[in-house]
């Protein structure tokens, strides 16, 4: 079946530095991919999304390339903030369907 | 506009015990869902909806049920409560454009324990 693989967290970075979270997928047919972000006891918000190959979503900095040769959606930022301290989600959505990677733990320090 | 609302916040329950939690938007979204999450393992979908009347099981469906008698609603009832369900419920709904759901707004959560 369909599914989403994410790094494992937590990544700790200092400010400025870049970020890369990995985010690989398994689906037929051609999905939507996302990324969503979640602060501490809030719901999900969607960061950026691509609904075809090739496509870049961007949002805040973020970044994140559908590439279908790979299925991989990573995530990058070239310099991050300690307001960016949160969990992230890699998701695909297919068939009406959506999966979710098991989060990503990002800590920045000052 | 509230968008998506959740109630209650947080919920206990007793082994057995039977209840629904309350979702609500006011997008007029076609599609809605429900998820629990867990800790390391994301968020996984129990059942949604394409619209009024229109119902499917996502990955973990057993022990839940819903409807949807209207668009604005879609509430998920636990029959026989186990510990097993004691989980972070989020209730998330979405625009349809053709057959495809997009981006999904997600609600504030209900937290419920099992004992």
């Known amino acids: 079946g369909d599914s989403v693989t994410q790094m494992e967290g937590p990544v700790t970075l200092s400010e400025e530095a870049f970020l890369t979270i990995n985010c690989t997928y398994t689906?037929?047919?051609?999905?939507?991919l996302f990324w969503y972000v979640q602060y501490p006891g809030e719901g999900l918000q969607l960061l950026l999304k691509?609904?075809?190959?090739?496509d870049k979503g961007s949002n805040k900095g973020f970044e994140a390339t559908y590439r279908k040769e790979t299925t991989s959606f990573h995530l990058e930022k070239g310099s991050v903030q300690v307001s960016d301290s949160a969990v992230y989600f890699c998701a695909l959505n297919n068939f009406n369907k959506f999966y979710f990677g098991s989060g990503t733990k990002l800590n920045v320090k000052p | 506009n509230a968008g998506v609302t959740q109630t209650p916040k947080f919920q206990v329950l007793k082994t057995g015990q039977s209840m629904t939690l309350q979702c609500a938007q006011d997008?007029?979204?076609?599609?809605m869902s429900w998820y629990r999450q867990d800790p390391g393992m994301g968020l996984r979908l129990i059942h949604y909806s394409v619209g009024a009347g229109i119902t499917d099981q996502g990955e973990v469906p057993n022990g839940y049920n819903v409807s949807r008698s209207t668009t604005e609603d879609f509430p998920l009832r636990l029959l026989s409560a186990a510990p097993s369900q004691t989980s972070v419920y989020f209730c998330a709904s979405s625009p349809s454009t053709g057959q495809k759901p997009y981006e999904q707004y997600f609600g504030p959560g209900t937290r419920l324990t099992v004992t």
């Open positions: 691509a609904t075809k190959a090739d």
């Open positions: 997008m007029n979204h076609e599609y």
């Open positions: 689906a037929t047919g051609y999905p939507s």
